[in-house]
């Protein structure tokens, strides 16, 4: 008797003064730029272009400097929602596009699922492109308690329709969804602010008695569709007078109404009350589409390459965690990271563990965040896809060239940073007597610590280092499974579909 009345003691204690595991779950706020360079970031020196929001929560939070996506949407998303790598799920090739029958395997389990066993209700809002051509891939039957927004990767910023690709690519139909039922309400909104605004009302509208998480892969700054894909509302567009180049102009409004909502959403869990127990983690999908690429006029200068490269500007993003939860608050985290490691580490920092059968690639970086421990990884396995491919060893990424051919510095005048402002990448010295690096030499070495801008291709200097790097990747690569990819399927357009895009597989596709 007077043990256990001990022990209800100890645990009243507990409660009281303790463990996290006791404490009301945080709420975790994923917030997925798309497509954003990374010099156009603010707190990375762009100045062309004001980002005070995301600057403001980035000072406050911790900035993670040496960070890492996958080159492309679907990819990344994956391995953000899994904390798996993309060649383990067979999603290292391309994207899924609107008219080819592949997704994330139905076998993986994904973030909201995790959270949902703790109690999270689980709202996503935006972009899902992790497969919809039956509806068992689509987001709320993957964990998410509701969804507003589009199943594939791009939409016109104010009618949401998409184009296929390719042989496709005049084929046009409505993608936008709430939950199952086909949202032609909001034609006319635009993406960036409706989805925030959406945001807003969840976060108003939540009972406080459970813990919140809002997946918002935001469509902002992927380009739209053609005639016109890089759309904007006038009064931001007017904002940008000053740039001469029509798509950067563009692409210039689109960032700066996707920064005022992220001020909205701020404003937005302040008010409610959630912003004290709340982790904020935003985060792009991949390097800045530059010089046309995607359509599309982001900066990563002076990182080389950009989106759809292995080169530091495609796969180096732009990320912070804000949080007054956070110890550490105001710093910058030089430790690597890989975007699958956010799986891993939000389960640390709501007190729960993973499950252990699961060969997961991320790894936790709760303690690095925290604590400042070094980082839990030494080694990113950028990609290996069709004989290009990119590994991170230390402060050394083997490279076999190339996936695309943008293997420069883009846009090549630097004026998308300010002529008074210093970049925030020092490069190194380039060392013109070094070779350089084309899809002829088997593979390349960078020192990424002393030559993060990919000048000198080192690998004749240390062979040794480059050989065991080379093998390393194509171990990797030999474990992985092989791409879901499928050809483009005719049946799945919308002219068949009541004029949008649909889970064209099952039995009764929504109509
Ligand atoms: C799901 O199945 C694929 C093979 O189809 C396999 O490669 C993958 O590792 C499996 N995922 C999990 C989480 O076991
Ligand atoms: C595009 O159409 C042509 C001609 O109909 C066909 O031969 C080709 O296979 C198609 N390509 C794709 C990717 O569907
Ligand atoms: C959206 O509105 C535009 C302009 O009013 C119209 O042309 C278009 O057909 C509408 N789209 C849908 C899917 O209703
Ligand atoms: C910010 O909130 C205001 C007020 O609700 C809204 O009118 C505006 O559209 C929002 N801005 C963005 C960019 O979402
Ligand atoms: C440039 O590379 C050459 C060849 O390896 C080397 O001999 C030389 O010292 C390097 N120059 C500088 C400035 O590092």
């Given at each position: 008797?007077?043990?256990?009345?001990a022990c209800?003691?100890?645990v009243l204690?507990?409660?009281?003064f303790?463990?996290?595991?006791?404490?009301?779950?945080?709420n975790?706020?994923?917030?997925v730029?798309?497509?954003?360079?990374y010099?156009?970031?603010?707190f990375?020196?762009?100045d062309q272009?004001?980002?005070p929001?995301?600057d403001?929560l980035?000072?406050e939070?911790?900035?993670?400097?040496?960070y890492?996506?996958?080159?492309?949407?679907?990819?990344?998303?994956a391995?953000l929602l899994?904390?798996?790598?993309p060649?383990q799920l067979?999603?290292q090739?391309g994207?899924?596009g609107?008219?080819?029958?592949f997704?994330?395997g139905l076998?993986?389990?994904l973030?909201p699922?995790?959270?949902?066993?703790?109690?999270?209700v689980t709202?996503?809002i935006?972009?899902w492109?992790?497969?919809?051509?039956?509806?068992?891939?689509?987001p709320?039957k993957r964990?998410?308690?509701t969804h507003?927004?589009?199943?594939?990767?791009k939409?016109d910023y104010?009618?949401h329709?998409n184009r296929?690709?390719?042989?496709?690519?005049k084929?046009?139909g409505?993608?936008?969804?709430?939950?199952?039922?086909v949202?032609?309400?909001?034609?006319?909104?635009?993406?960036?602010?409706?989805?925030?605004?959406?945001?807003v009302?969840?976060?108003?509208?939540?009972d406080?008695?459970k813990?919140?998480f809002?997946?918002?892969?935001?469509?902002?700054?992927h380009a739209?569709?053609?005639p016109?894909?890089?759309k904007?509302?006038q009064?931001?567009?007017d904002?940008?007078?000053?740039?001469?180049?029509?798509g950067?102009r563009?692409?210039?409004?689109?960032?700066?109404?996707?920064?005022?909502s992220i001020?909205n959403?701020?404003?937005?869990?302040?008010?409610?009350?959630?912003?004290?127990n709340?982790?904020?983690?935003?985060?792009?999908?991949?390097g800045?589409?530059?010089d046309?690429v995607?359509?599309n006029y982001?900066?990563?200068?002076p990182?080389?390459g950009?989106?759809?490269?292995?080169?530091e500007?495609?796969?180096r993003a732009v990320?912070?965690?804000?949080?007054l939860?956070?110890?550490?608050?105001?710093?910058?985290?030089?430790?690597?990271?890989h975007?699958s490691?956010?799986l891993?580490?939000?389960?640390?920092a709501?007190?729960e563990k993973l499950?252990?059968?699961?060969?997961?690639y991320g790894?936790?970086?709760?303690?690095s965040?925290?604590?400042n421990?070094?980082?839990a990884?030494?080694?990113?396995?950028h990609?290996?896809?069709?004989?290009?491919?990119?590994?991170?060893?230390g402060?050394?990424?083997?490279?076999?060239c190339?996936?695309?051919?943008k293997n420069g510095?883009?846009?090549?005048?630097?004026?998308?940073?300010?002529?008074?402002?210093?970049p925030?990448?020092?490069?190194?010295e380039?060392?013109?007597s070094l070779?350089s690096?084309?899809?002829?030499?088997?593979?390349?070495l960078?020192d990424i610590?002393?030559d993060p801008?990919?000048y000198?291709?080192i690998?004749?200097?240390k062979?040794?280092?480059?050989e065991k790097l080379y093998?390393?990747?194509m171990t990797?690569?030999d474990?992985a499974?092989p791409?879901r990819?499928?050809?483009?399927?005719?049946?799945s357009y919308?002219d068949l579909?009541?004029g949008h895009?649909?889970?064209?597989l099952?039995?009764?596709?929504?109509?």
């Amino acid at each position: 008797m007077l043990r256990s009345g001990a022990c209800q003691f100890l645990v009243l204690l507990l409660l009281v003064f303790g463990g996290d595991t006791r404490k009301a779950k945080p709420n975790i706020v994923i917030v997925v730029a798309d497509d954003m360079g990374y010099t156009d970031a603010g707190f990375h020196g762009g100045d062309q272009i004001p980002t005070p929001h995301i600057d403001k929560l980035a000072h406050e939070g911790i900035i993670l400097d040496n960070y890492y996506t996958a080159m492309i949407c679907t990819p990344s998303r994956a391995a953000l929602l899994t904390g798996r790598h993309p060649m383990q799920l067979g999603l290292q090739h391309g994207v899924v596009g609107a008219t080819t029958p592949f997704g994330l395997g139905l076998n993986e389990t994904l973030l909201p699922q995790y959270l949902k066993k703790y109690g999270y209700v689980t709202h996503m809002i935006g972009k899902w492109h992790l497969g919809s051509f039956k509806l068992v891939y689509t987001p709320t039957k993957r964990g998410f308690d509701t969804h507003l927004g589009f199943w594939n990767g791009k939409t016109d910023y104010f009618t949401h329709m998409n184009r296929g690709r390719g042989n496709a690519s005049k084929i046009i139909g409505l993608d936008f969804w709430e939950n199952f039922k086909v949202a032609r309400e909001y034609n006319g909104s635009y993406g960036t602010e409706l989805f925030g605004n959406r945001a807003v009302d969840l976060i108003m509208r939540h009972d406080q008695s459970k813990p919140f998480f809002l997946y918002l892969p935001h469509q902002a700054v992927h380009a739209g569709i053609a005639p016109q894909p890089l759309k904007a509302p006038q009064e931001y567009l007017d904002r940008f007078k000053f740039i001469q180049h029509d798509g950067r102009r563009r692409y210039a409004a689109m960032l700066s109404v996707l920064d005022d909502s992220i001020g909205n959403l701020t404003a937005a869990l302040k008010k409610s009350g959630m912003y004290e127990n709340t982790i904020l983690i935003f985060t792009t999908d991949n390097g800045g589409p530059a010089d046309g690429v995607s359509h599309n006029y982001a900066s990563n200068w002076p990182l080389r390459g950009c989106k759809r490269t292995n080169w530091e500007g495609g796969v180096r993003a732009v990320s912070f965690i804000h949080s007054l939860l956070l110890k550490n608050p105001g710093t910058i985290s030089h430790h690597l990271m890989h975007i699958s490691d956010w799986l891993p580490t939000i389960m640390t920092a709501i007190g729960e563990k993973l499950p252990s059968n699961i060969d997961y690639y991320g790894v936790d970086q709760w303690p690095s965040i925290q604590f400042n421990a070094p980082s839990a990884r030494n080694e990113i396995m950028h990609n290996y896809d069709d004989g290009a491919g990119a590994i991170r060893y230390g402060d050394y990424k083997l490279v076999i060239c190339c996936t695309i051919n943008k293997n420069g510095w883009y846009p090549e005048e630097h004026f998308y940073i300010g002529d008074n402002q210093k970049p925030y990448i020092q490069c190194g010295e380039r060392n013109s007597s070094l070779p350089s690096c084309t899809s002829a030499d088997k593979y390349c070495l960078f020192d990424i610590a002393s030559d993060p801008c990919e000048y000198n291709n080192i690998a004749f200097l240390k062979p040794d280092l480059a050989e065991k790097l080379y093998n390393k990747l194509m171990t990797f690569a030999d474990a992985a499974q092989p791409p879901r990819d499928k050809p483009s399927d005719p049946d799945s357009y919308p002219d068949l579909h009541n004029g949008h895009w649909t889970d064209w597989l099952d039995k009764h596709p929504i109509f």
